[in-house]
Structure formats: structure tokens, C-alpha cells
């Protein structure tokens, strides 16, 4: 799609106006949510001022430098090799996931992202199509390594609400983009681009897709959200089968049960061990029949909506004890043995 694009819209414009329509989104979202919302208990945690570095390094990492450089790369970088190099960021998000950010990854998550990764470059390669490695190769590989960072970044505001996070990546990074756009003599496309780029960038280059990103990251952790965020070239494909009746490809019958075996490995993931949580307060959308939120409740906290949930400033006891669990929210501890020396 990217290198459709950047054939007739300048590069640096194109990623601005990406990213403005994922902020308009947003804005329209938020503005109707408003509007029609019956169940206030239901609001997600508010952005607070701490939340400003994780996401000022959003909007540059991921809204600015990631687009940009891909944009520019990509104008010399044939489609088919740009493919296959775009698989890079799952990989790298995992590997800071686990090397940098901390993140809980065991030898079955190793092993699904070697499966999915492989799957992914299998269905990316064009026997037919043009290859070649040069400087905008690298660029993609350096805008997925951009991506990967601001993944990470990301984890950290993923109990706040999405929609005012991508709010704030999508404005920022668009304006910063755009204002970087006329100071190099880049112009704007015609009148008719301009919101069909917008659209595409709710739907996709920070917009819906960041949101349900976000979601994700928060009950999940950051290297397995990127993972089954590298399945989607496989529903690309089906759906292509499904509304054009293609046939498939012997690639897609290659890449199908290696994909198939990565993702049962990354779902059936059984993770448990005595663990140990600190002291905690902090503020976001919760239930409470799990093993974590028995707080006691004052008069005025907001009441649970219809689904279970609600929002409030809350504190968490220390607690040792033992439950399956993935790096979510209240998992993000480290993996040394404790005092009793169980795992």
C-alpha cells in the first residue's frame, strides 16, 4: 500500500496526513462516544501529565521517524523486497520486549515467533516480483526498528483510554510531520487525496489498528501482541480468496501449517509460577472477580456497567502467590527466583 502511495504524494506529506486522519478519528470518536454514552462507569483511565514522555516518544518514534523513513525508502525499494523486510518489526518488538523491556518470553514464544516469522516470509516472497538490497533496504529495516521502540514505548499507556492516546500520537505526529513537510518544499496533493489518505490512516497507520494495539498490550504483553500482529498478511490473503475467489497460491499452501503451528504455540501458552506483586496504586478500567482486585469500595466510585467494569483510583496489597498469568497489566514482574526458590 505504501509503495502505492508514495508514487504520486510526497513522502513526508503522506505520512502527515496519515497521521492527521488517525488523530481526526479519534477526535470523532471520542465526540460521539460522548454523545451517545449511557454508561459513564464504563470510561477508560484518563491520560495523566506522567504519561507525557511514553507519549511524546510515540509520536516520534512511531508517528514520525517509523512513516517517514519508510516513505522515503520505500521509493527506491522494489514492493517485493519491501514486503518481506517489513516481517522485521514483530521480530525486533519481541526481541526489546525481552532483552530491554523485561518482558516475561519463554522458549514456546521463541519458537512462535521463528514459526511466524518464517510463515510471513514465506507468503511475502514474489519469485516473480523485483528484489534488490540497497540503502532504502536498510530504511525499511530502520523504520521497523523505529516501530518496534514505539511498541515498547507504548506498553506503558496501554492502561489509559486508546482512543485519547491515539489521539495525542496521531495529532502530534501529523503536525510535526506536516510542518516538517513545507519546510523542505513538499506541497499538498489535490483536494480529492486528501481525505481518501485520511481514511487510511484511521483505519491503519496509527488509527483503529493502534487502538486494538493498545487493547492488546495491556492484557497480553508487548512480544506476543506484536506476534499475532504479524498474522495479518494471512488474512490479507484469505480475504482475497473469500471476496475475489483466488485461487491459492503454492506459497500460501507452504507458509499455512507453519503459520497454523506458530500461532497454536503463541494461544495454548500456559504460564505459571509463584510470583510476587508489590504495592500498588493506580487508575484503570477493571473487574473484579479475578485474583487481583478485591479493594474495598467507598460511596461515590463510579458503579459497574452492565459489563462488569469500571474506572477509579485503586490500590493492590503485596501479594505472593501462584496462578496462570501472562504479562499484562499487573504481571510485569521479573523472572528470579523468589525466597522459596519455586518457579
Given at each position: 500500500?505504501?509503495?502505492?502511495?508514495?508514487?504520486?504524494?510526497?513522502p513526508?506529506?503522506?505520512?502527515?496526513?496519515?497521521?492527521?486522519g488517525?488523530?481526526?478519528?479519534?477526535?470523532?470518536?471520542?465526540?460521539?462516544?460522548?454523545?451517545?454514552?449511557?454508561?459513564?462507569?464504563?470510561?477508560?483511565?484518563?491520560?495523566?501529565?506522567?504519561?507525557?514522555?511514553?507519549?511524546?516518544?510515540?509520536?516520534?518514534?512511531?508517528?514520525?521517524?517509523?512513516?517517514?523513513?519508510?516513505?522515503?525508502?520505500?521509493?527506491?525499494?522494489?514492493?517485493?523486497?519491501?514486503?518481506?523486510?517489513?516481517?522485521?518489526?514483530?521480530?525486533?518488538?519481541?526481541?526489546?520486549?525481552?532483552l530491554?523491556?523485561?518482558?516475561s518470553?519463554?522458549?514456546?514464544?521463541?519458537?512462535?515467533?521463528?514459526l511466524?516469522?518464517?510463515?510471513?516470509?514465506i507468503?511475502?516472497?514474489?519469485?516473480?516480483?523485483?528484489?534488490?538490497?540497497?540503502?532504502?533496504?536498510?530504511?525499511?529495516?530502520?523504520?521497523?526498528?523505529?516501530?518496534?521502540?514505539?511498541?515498547?514505548?507504548?506498553?506503558?499507556?496501554s492502561?489509559?483510554?486508546?482512543?485519547?492516546?491515539?489521539l495525542?500520537?496521531?495529532y502530534?505526529?501529523?503536525?510535526?510531520?506536516?510542518?516538517?513537510?513545507?519546510?523542505?518544499?513538499?506541497?499538498?496533493?489535490?483536494?480529492?487525496?486528501?481525505?481518501?489518505?485520511?481514511?487510511?490512516?484511521?483505519?491503519?497507520?496509527?488509527?483503529?489498528?493502534?487502538?486494538?494495539f493498545?487493547?492488546?498490550?495491556?492484557?497480553?504483553?508487548?512480544?506476543?501482541?506484536?506476534?499475532?500482529?504479524?498474522?495479518?498478511?494471512?488474512?490479507?490473503?484469505?480475504?482475497?480468496?473469500?471476496?475475489?475467489?483466488?485461487?491459492?497460491?503454492?506459497?500460501f499452501?507452504?507458509a499455512?501449517?507453519?503459520?497454523?503451528?506458530?500461532?497454536?504455540?503463541l494461544?495454548?501458552?500456559?504460564?505459571?509460577?509463584?510470583?510476587?506483586?508489590?504495592?500498588?496504586?493506580?487508575?484503570?478500567?477493571?473487574?473484579?472477580?479475578?485474583l487481583?482486585?478485591?479493594?474495598?469500595?467507598?460511596?461515590?466510585?463510579?458503579?459497574?456497567?452492565?459489563?462488569g467494569?469500571?474506572?477509579?483510583?485503586h490500590?493492590?496489597?503485596?501479594?505472593?502467590?501462584?496462578?496462570?498469568?501472562?504479562?499484562?497489566?499487573?504481571?510485569?514482574h521479573?523472572?528470579?527466583?523468589?525466597?522459596?526458590?519455586?518457579?
Amino acid at each position: 500500500m505504501t509503495k502505492y502511495f508514495v508514487g504520486s504524494t510526497e513522502p513526508v506529506m503522506l505520512a502527515a496526513l496519515f497521521y492527521l486522519g488517525s488523530g481526526t478519528g479519534m477526535l470523532l470518536l471520542i465526540l460521539g462516544g460522548k454523545i451517545i454514552r449511557r454508561e459513564s462507569s464504563a470510561r477508560e483511565a484518563p491520560l495523566t501529565r506522567s504519561d507525557a514522555p511514553y507519549l511524546a516518544g510515540m509520536a516520534i518514534l512511531g508517528g514520525v521517524l517509523a512513516p517517514v523513513t519508510l516513505m522515503y525508502s520505500m521509493i527506491d525499494t522494489p514492493a517485493a523486497t519491501g514486503s518481506l523486510l517489513l516481517n522485521f518489526e514483530p521480530v525486533a518488538t519481541a526481541v526489546l520486549a525481552a532483552l530491554f523491556f523485561r518482558e516475561s518470553v519463554g522458549r514456546r514464544i521463541w519458537i512462535a515467533m521463528g514459526l511466524i516469522t518464517c510463515s510471513c516470509l514465506i507468503l511475502s516472497l514474489d519469485p516473480a516480483g523485483e528484489f534488490g538490497v540497497s540503502l532504502g533496504s536498510f530504511g525499511v529495516l530502520l523504520a521497523c526498528f523505529f516501530w518496534a521502540i514505539d511498541n515498547n514505548i507504548s506498553r506503558h499507556v496501554s492502561g489509559r483510554d486508546p482512543l485519547s492516546a491515539i489521539l495525542v500520537k496521531g495529532y502530534g505526529a501529523g503536525i510535526i510531520s506536516l510542518v516538517i513537510a513545507v519546510l523542505i518544499g513538499e506541497s499538498l496533493p489535490s483536494a480529492g487525496s486528501v481525505p481518501v489518505y485520511m481514511i487510511v490512516g484511521f483505519f491503519s497507520f496509527g488509527g483503529l489498528a493502534s487502538v486494538f494495539f493498545l487493547l492488546a498490550l495491556r492484557s497480553i504483553g508487548t512480544a506476543r501482541t506484536g506476534l499475532f500482529l504479524a498474522l495479518s498478511p494471512f488474512f490479507g490473503v484469505f480475504f482475497s480468496f473469500l471476496l475475489f475467489s483466488e485461487t491459492p497460491q503454492f506459497l500460501f499452501l507452504v507458509a499455512l501449517p507453519v503459520m497454523v503451528l506458530g500461532t497454536w504455540l503463541l494461544v495454548s501458552e500456559r504460564h505459571a509460577h509463584l510470583h510476587y506483586h508489590p504495592p500498588l496504586v493506580h487508575n484503570h478500567r477493571h473487574r473484579h472477580d479475578d485474583l487481583h482486585h478485591d479493594h474495598q469500595h467507598v460511596k461515590d466510585l463510579p458503579p459497574l456497567s452492565r459489563s462488569g467494569e469500571h474506572t477509579h483510583l485503586h490500590s493492590h496489597d503485596a501479594i505472593t502467590h501462584e496462578h496462570q498469568h501472562r504479562p499484562d497489566l499487573h504481571h510485569r514482574h521479573d523472572h528470579k527466583p523468589l525466597a522459596s526458590g519455586k518457579r
